[in-house]
C-alpha cells in the first residue's frame, strides 16, 4: 500500500463546519417556509427508515469504504502495540467515556437549561457518536500529521472489522442505561444498511476495479472521483435533516453549543489518553498520532445514519448527532496542529 496518495485536507473538509451552518440555515428555512418539502419527504419511508435519508448516506459511507483495504489486516503481527492503544481506546473506553462526559453535562451541569426529555435525546445521540470511531476522515488527519499510511490503513481496516460485532451491544447497553429502549432488530437492520451492505460494496469494487484496471489507476483516478459525491451526499444529508429539525432548534438556538461543550471535552479527552498512552508504550509518533485520531474523531455518517434509522429525521437524538458533524473538523484541525507541535515527546524511530 505504500503506492496509496493521501491528499492533504481539501476544500469542502476544510471548511465542512461553514458548509454545516449554511445547511443547516437553509434546512430551518425550507423548513419554516416551505413545510411541504419536509412533510413530502417524510412520505418516502420504510422500517421508519428515511429512504431519501438512506440513498445519500450510502453516497457518503461507500466511497468511504472503497478506500479501506482490508488486505492489510494480514499485516496485523506487525508492531501491534499500536493496534492495542487503537482496540482499547475505541471499544473499552471512547464509549463509556462519552456517556459519562455527556449525561455530566446534560443531566447535571446543564440541568436548569436542558430539560430531561430533551437530556436523554442528547444523550443517546451523544452514545451514538461515542460508539463509532472515525474511519475514512482518519486518513486525512494521518497525512495531516506524517502518520504511517499503511499502519494507518490497517488500524482502520480492523476497527471497521469491530464496528460489524461491537457496535450494537455498545449502543443497546449504553442506550439502555440512559432509560432508552431500542428493538434488536432495529440496530442490526441499521448496521445493516449503513454498515455491511456499504462495506460489501466497497470491497468488491475495489476488488473489481483493481483485478483489470490496476492499483494505481484505481488510487489516483477512480477514488478522486467520489470526493465531491461524499460531501455533497453530507450536506444534502444535512438540509433534509434541518428541515424536519426547524422547530427544535429555532425553539432552543443554544442548545448547539450546549450539545457540543461535551463532545468537545470528550474529543481532547479521547486524543490525550490515547496519544500519552502511545508514548508509555514507545511508540513512534508516526504511530501514535494517527492512533489519538482514529480515537478522538467520529463516524459521524453511520451515527446520523443509525440516529435516524433509530428515532427519525426531526429527533432530538439526530440533531445531537450533527452537531458532532459541526465541531469534528475544527476541533480536529487543533489536535493536529498540538500533534505536530509535539512531535518530539516522542523518541522512537519512525516506521515511514
Known sequence: ?????????????????????????????????????????????????????????????????????????????????????????????????????AYLFFYIIFKSLIPEALAKDYLAGAVLLGAAPCTAMVFVWSHLTKGNPTYTIVQ???????????????????????????????????????????????VLTRLYITKYKGEKYFLNTFIPKFNNITIIGLLLTLIIIFSFQGDVIINNPLHIILIAVPLIIQTFFIFFIAYIA?????????????????????????????AIALFGASSPVALATIVGVLVEVPVMLILVKIANNTKGWFSGKSTN
Open 156 to 202: 482502520v481496516a480492523t476497527n471497521d472489522l469491530i464496528i460489524l460485532i461491537a457496535f450494537v451491544p455498545i449502543v443497546k447497553f449504553l442506550l439502555g442505561v440512559s432509560d432508552v429502549s431500542v428493538p434488536w432488530d432495529t440496530l442490526f437492520l441499521s448496521i445493516i444498511l449503513f454498515v455491511v451492505i456499504p462495506l460489501l460494496g466497497g
Open 278 to 306: 502511545s508514548k508509555l508504550l514507545k511508540l513512534p509518533y508516526d504511530i501514535a498520532a494517527p492512533a489519538g485520531m482514529i480515537g478522538a474523531s467520529n463516524f459521524f455518517e453511520l451515527s446520523v445514519a443509525v
Open 1 to 101: 500500500m505504500s503506492s496509496k496518495k493521501i491528499q492533504g485536507i481539501g476544500f469542502f473538509e476544510k471548511y465542512l463546519t461553514i458548509w454545516v451552518v449554511l445547511c443547516m440555515v437553509i434546512g430551518i428555512l425550507i423548513g419554516k417556509f416551505m413545510p411541504s418539502v419536509p412533510n413530502f419527504l417524510g412520505k418516502f419511508e420504510y422500517a421508519n427508515v428515511s429512504i431519501p435519508v438512506a440513498i445519500l448516506i450510502w453516497l457518503m459511507i461507500y466511497p468511504m469504504m472503497m478506500k479501506v483495504d482490508f488486505k492489510s489486516v494480514k499485516d496485523i503481527s506487525s508492531n501491534p502495540k499500536g493496534l492495542f492503544v487503537t482496540w482499547t481506546i475505541n471499544w473499552l473506553i471512547k464509549p463509556f467515556t462519552m456517556f459519562g462526559i
